[in-house]
């Protein structure tokens, strides 16, 4: 069974930095495309970054040069070191999981196969 637990989300001072982290477990992690989403409330769930299994990454204009995505194949593990936040970085950060690579062209949350529950990221003005 697939599972996809998040971790280090907070409150930050804008300006400030997070590093979310995101754990999986009950699949081959190298072989699949990883992602990062993001909702604020009532607003849609939105994409932020991915990385394929090679590697290649692709953002989100809004997140471009502050966030950085990676992963840690060794250690199951999804990384986004998010930079220069500002208050509309406010939102639950969802991990996000596509096994054939196609989440890696276009970050589309109808691509993706498993979240993971979630982690709240507030970013104070």
């Known amino acids: 069974q697939v599972h996809l637990v998040e971790s280090g989300g907070g409150s930050v001072q804008a300006g400030g930095s997070l590093r979310l982290s995101c754990r999986g477990s009950?699949?081959?992690?190298?072989?699949?495309?990883m992602g990062w989403f993001r909702q604020a409330p009532g607003q849609e769930r939105e994409g932020v970054a991915v990385i394929g299994h090679d590697g290649n990454t692709n953002y989100a204009d809004s997140v471009k040069g502050r966030f950085t995505i990676s992963r840690d194949n060794a250690k199951n593990t999804l990384y986004l070191q998010m930079n220069s936040l500002v208050h509309d970085d406010t939102a639950m950060y969802y991990c996000?999981?596509?096994?054939?690579?196609?989440?890696?062209?276009?970050?589309?949350?109808?691509?993706?196969?498993?979240w993971g529950p979630g982690t709240q990221v507030t970013v104070s003005s």
């Open positions: 996000a999981a596509e096994e054939n690579g196609v989440l890696a062209a276009a970050i589309d949350s109808g691509f993706v196969e498993y």
């Open positions: 009950g699949f081959t992690f190298r072989y699949y495309c």
